[in-house]
Structure formats: structure tokens, C-alpha cells
């Protein structure tokens, strides 16, 4: 309980902290072969400061929040942003709850954020974390990825 605390509490930090980022920087994409994992992105910020950070809110069907499917998505993201030294994304399942109002749950309040990735360019470190289920915890099954 305390460790899902911690880490939402930090993806809302990092998410606050994008929102404070200039938010008309282009985004340089790198092309990819890999296919599925899509998605839509809702909300990109990038950091002013170093390390660059940048943060996404995107969103995907729900039938596809499995482990497979944010598997695949993993990758492409990681494949797709790969110039950037930080990568932080918040997944959500509908467009209408993609927003910082939706990272800021209290006791008792619905979650709306079905997941989160994350990925260090510098230190190769990769996680990914989801819900089972809309209004579970958004860290319910988390991931190292290779």
C-alpha cells in the first residue's frame, strides 16, 4: 500500500513538472519497424532543464491494457522516442480522464491512470506498471523490462 502511495505520488510529481515544461517543443521521433502497441497522445511536455525529460499522456483501448499488448507499446515507445534521455508516460483508457486531475487520487476516489512507463536513456532502466482493472491501483502489476 505504501509502495503504490510513493509511486503515484511520483508519477504526479513528474507529471506536474511536465505540466510546467514548454509544451510547443518538438518532439524529434525516431522511425520504427515495430508493429502494434498504439496509441494516442493526448499531452506531451518536455523538461527546460537537464536531464530531458519528456512526459506523455496517452491513451489506448481498454481491452488492450494486458501485459502483452503494454509490452509491444513499451518498445514502440522506447523505439519511437529514442532521443530522449528521460521518457515518462502516463496510460490512461479513455481521452476524457487523460489529465492531472486524474493523477492526484485520494481515498475513496476512482483511478482513472490504468498504467505508467518509464525509461532512462543514461542507465538503460525500463519499467512499466498497470491496473488489471479500471479504479484498481495503476502500479497493480508492475514490470522491469529487459
Request: charged fraction near 30%; proline fraction near 3%; include cysteine.
Amino acid at each position: 500500500m505504501r509502495k503504490s502511495k510513493i509511486i503515484r505520488l511520483a508519477v504526479w510529481f513528474f507529471t506536474l513538472v511536465a505540466i510546467s515544461f514548454a509544451q510547443n517543443d518538438e518532439v524529434k521521433k525516431c522511425k520504427t519497424d515495430i508493429k502494434g502497441g498504439n496509441y494516442k497522445v493526448v499531452f506531451s511536455g518536455k523538461s527546460l532543464k537537464s536531464p530531458n525529460t519528456l512526459s506523455l499522456f496517452i491513451v489506448v483501448k481498454p481491452k488492450n491494457i494486458t501485459s502483452e499488448y503494454l509490452y509491444k507499446l513499451a518498445k514502440r515507445l522506447k523505439s519511437e522516442y529514442c532521443y530522449e534521455e528521460k521518457l515518462i508516460v502516463s496510460i490512461f483508457d479513455n481521452k476524457k480522464y487523460a489529465n492531472i486531475d486524474s493523477l492526484k487520487v485520494k481515498k475513496g476516489d476512482k483511478n482513472y491512470l490504468r498504467g505508467s512507463y518509464s525509461f532512462d536513456n543514461s542507465s538503460k532502466k525500463e519499467y512499466l506498471s498497470f491496473s488489471s482493472k479500471l479504479g484498481n491501483p495503476a502500479d497493480e502489476i508492475k514490470l522491469v523490462l529487459p
